[in-house]
């Protein structure tokens, strides 16, 4: 079961940051709050001299630990994201998946410490991205790994400073044309008739900073493949991001930055072949085989950030930063094939438009840091769904083979705001305390407010060990969608027809308690252990209205969550390894919105009565992966294992175990008049074996997922 997983991970934990021989690293600020940054300035940054990042970790080593605040961080490096197989061409969940207490799902999605996949939240560049954006496979690309610098997975004990989206935090520093001036072309081309290019180039000139990157592909694995073919039928996609960052050292103690982002796809949605026709439809008999069906999703993903950084002297600093962001997502449907395989054919669009203001101030003053904030959003949503249904008896049989139309339109404007006080001071010589609460408010589909504190120590006895501990109440806001209220009742006596239910989630509410310990135990090793326990309120799930491609978001009563962690890793001179183990399960009881999303009422008065256990995190995972330097070439191997989701009558079956095994070979050489190159060769499921993520059927899931079966890239980089 696990011999071609274990074969490959020597000790290790969380990816490993950049090579210790070449220079002492400079752990990057795990949270990167104004507490972290207080009380330091930095020169103006020029052409030879990296762009400052002021810092604190009291570890200072490579590897996984604990940050200044009390929380766990585990930290990625770009040098870290080149040793993986693909490079930058990783997805960034499959990126993320190589972390402990990430689990990967279906159609990209990643869970992190048995949170539903919108349970987590980005920062980039220390400024928090708009939290609807996490639903999105185009944030996937819109920051795919070629524009990092350095990433950080913080969990556990937050400061106050975070809230929203509280299953991990993903803080993301991207490159600047300090650090990374030049530029490169890469072409990748391989099987499925993938062919992408991408294009980097970062600059800088006095006391200004450049860089971009554009990412254009073609390929056939727009989703996971719904049969065990290596090939699904109509699975093609076109997709495209932009990303660029601008930033002016203003004087010694101001910075104004920008961020502008942009990503978009045309994807079909994969078809299984041969499928039984469920409906009658007027005028076409013999119906279309299902192979034919020709539906698609298409997702537009636009963002802009403007931030101020300044310091006002050794003890006082802050930021400032507004944001604008725009999704929009639109299914398109095939009209005849959908109606006849499954009685509806749905036309939606959904649009997001948000605006956000964020502001952090820190004030450090001897042996102690006091940091407060606000942060305002605006979140308007406008979906607008055009369905066709067939009419049916008080049976379910249909009555007619003449569809009917079913409208409906749903809008609000979401309001979000949060203030926060956070103090993280030395107690002692090897304990320091965090302590903060935070206010948080929402209306609009939602109403909700709530006072949370947190409070956590940690015991640095020496720098290479830490322990830490902790407790905290976090809120965590439903995505910004759902069911109208009118949808049952505009969908009764139709193939579309789904029961009742609240339309509307709850915020979730949760207490938790997270305790581990980190240790350094010889030169290039690091090992963390941690644990939490959490009992959740209105746990925030996520479903689908029926066979309508109409996402709805759902909340169960109550319920606990356990998770321990392990993490080892190791690095010396041409080799590096990391393993991560994580055990854990998520029980919940009780439906309080969303009902529709069980069409069984067995099935909903078993959950309404008895804990279950939740399909999107399996008992067991791994990950990890090894590295070796051979100059001039470099061989790496990562891989997952997972014990299996779940599935069946209130998920109360274990799906079949899924473990991937991804090879990398990359070859540096010099070409004369060119300069350095490197080609890449990549095998993604090195073994070829069949995974089943998902099966048909199942809470909110209509079509199975199977992943990637043995796959060949090729990438060539030319520098310019």
Known sequence: MLVPTLALLLPGAGLLA???????????????????TAGTTGSIPNATEPEQQITVNANNRAGPGTNANGANSYGVTQADIDRLPAGSNTPMTDLLAQMPGVAIDQYEMVHIRDNEGAGF?????NVLVPIDINTNPPFISMVNPMMVKHIDLLTGILPAQYSYAIG??????????????????????????????DVEYGASSGTWSYYANIMATSNNTAFNTPTDDANAVHNHQNAGQAFAYVADQVTLDTKVSLVLSGAAGNSQ?????DMDPQYDLAGHNPP????????????RDYLAMLKLDHTVN???????????????????PDDVGDLVYQGVSSDVKRQDYDYTAQGDLSITHERSTFSTGFYVGSYNVDSDSSSKVFPVDADGNQTSDVPTDVDLHLQKDNIVTGTYVNELAQLSQTISGNLGLRYNTLTGFTTDHSLDPTVSLIWRPNQDFSAHG?????????????????APAAYANTTGAQPSGQSFPYAEHDSEWDAGVAYHPFEGAVVSWDNFFEITHHYLDAGLFGDVPIYAPLNYEKGYIWDSELALAYRRNDFTSYTNLTMGRNYEKGVASGQFNFADPAELSYINNHYFLLDHEPLAEISGGVTYDLRPFTVSLDSIYSSGLRTGFADNTSLPEVWQVNLGVLYAFTCPGIGAMTDRVTILNLFNRENLIRPAGGIGIFQASYGPRFTVYDTLTIPF
């Open 168 to 197: 991990g935090v993903v803080d993301i520093q991207t490159k600047d044309g300090f650090s990374q001036p030049g530029g490169s072309e890469s072409t990748t081309v391989g099987m499925r008739q993938t062919v992408r290019q």
């Open 269 to 273: 949605f994969p078809n299984v072949p």
């Open 314 to 332: 050794q003890e006082v600093s802050y930021q400032l930063a507004v944001v604008t962001h725009h999704i929009e997502q639109h299914f398109t």
């Open 470 to 486: 902790g407790f905290a109440r976090y809120t965590q806001l439903p995505t910004f969608s759902g069911i109208a209220p009118s």
């Open 18 to 36: 950049e090579d210790q021989s070449s220079s002492p690293p400079v752990a990057p600020t795990p949270s990167a709050t104004p507490a972290d």
């Open 288 to 299: 279309p085989n299902s192979s034919t069906i020709d539906s698609g999703l298409n997702m």
């Open 121 to 125: 939240q980005y920062q980039i560049n």
